[in-house]
């Protein structure tokens, strides 16, 4: 199992530009998270999902969207990147039910935007 | 509001040097603590989740406690490769993880 990964890797964007984040998960987890990372902050909730089809606003929803067409995929979206969206991107996953249940996470996407 | 704080924020220890890491937090109905390792340049590693008062769980050098308000990280002997940053979260009810800061931990050999 590869479990969660994370497309791309790294990123550099132009202030304006947009790009998708694809999150991949084959553990056939309900529910999928996106996080951001920045020094100082911690790990901050940006979207989340309870099932395919579903999403809602975490912490920092602001400037960013979400899709979850298929059930072992979480898109996320810039639709006009900021320097203040320059982070550290985790997507997580992890089983749904009476839990509580521990988040599975991906390697990261590091994205600059200038 | 449901918070999460961590202390310290950076410990360095030498090698051997038995220490704790602490996490309180401030929850209306605690379903579970999680304890997560962060590597540089890595996503979070799972390590325990405790889940009521009193629990305890180990996991080699690693010994997670957990009371009403807090929960420690209890180190033993550290070896150089137990550095890292580690994370503590917490689920209450049925709203999504909240996670603290971290501590970053150095052990020196």
């Known amino acids: 199992n590869a479990g969660v990964t994370q497309t791309p890797k790294f990123r550099v964007l132009k202030t304006g530009q947009s790009m998708t984040l694809l999150c991949a998960q084959d553990m056939n987890h309900e529910y999928m998270y996106w996080y951001r990372q920045d020094p100082g902050m911690g790990l901050r909730l940006i979207h989340y999902s309870v099932g395919e089809g579903t999403t809602a606003k975490g912490e920092v929803p602001d400037g960013y969207n979400v899709s979850r067409l298929k059930k072992q995929n979480f898109l996320l979206g810039l639709e006009s990147a900021a320097p203040s969206q320059t982070s550290v991107y985790f997507c997580?996953?992890?089983?749904?039910?009476?839990?509580?249940?521990?988040?599975?996470f991906g390697p990261g996407t590091r994205l600059t935007v200038t | 509001e449901d918070q999460v704080t961590q202390s310290p924020e950076a410990l360095r220890l030498q090698e051997g040097e038995s220490s704790s890491l602490n996490c309180s937090y401030t929850?209306?109905?605690?379903?579970?603590l999680f304890w997560y390792r962060q590597d540089p340049g890595k996503g979070p590693e799972f390590l325990f989740t405790?889940?009521?008062a009193g629990e305890e769980k180990e996991k080699e050098r690693l010994k997670a406690t957990l009371t009403k308000k807090e929960s420690f990280l209890h180190i033993t002997a550290p070896k150089p490769e137990d550095s890292a940053t580690y994370l503590c979260a917490v689920q209450a009810g049925n709203t999504p993880l909240v996670f603290g800061k971290g501590t970053r931990l150095s052990v020196i050999a």
């Open positions: 997580a996953s992890s089983y749904s039910g009476t839990g509580p249940y521990e988040q599975y």
């Open positions: 929850v209306s109905g605690l379903r579970g």
């Open positions: 405790l889940y009521s």
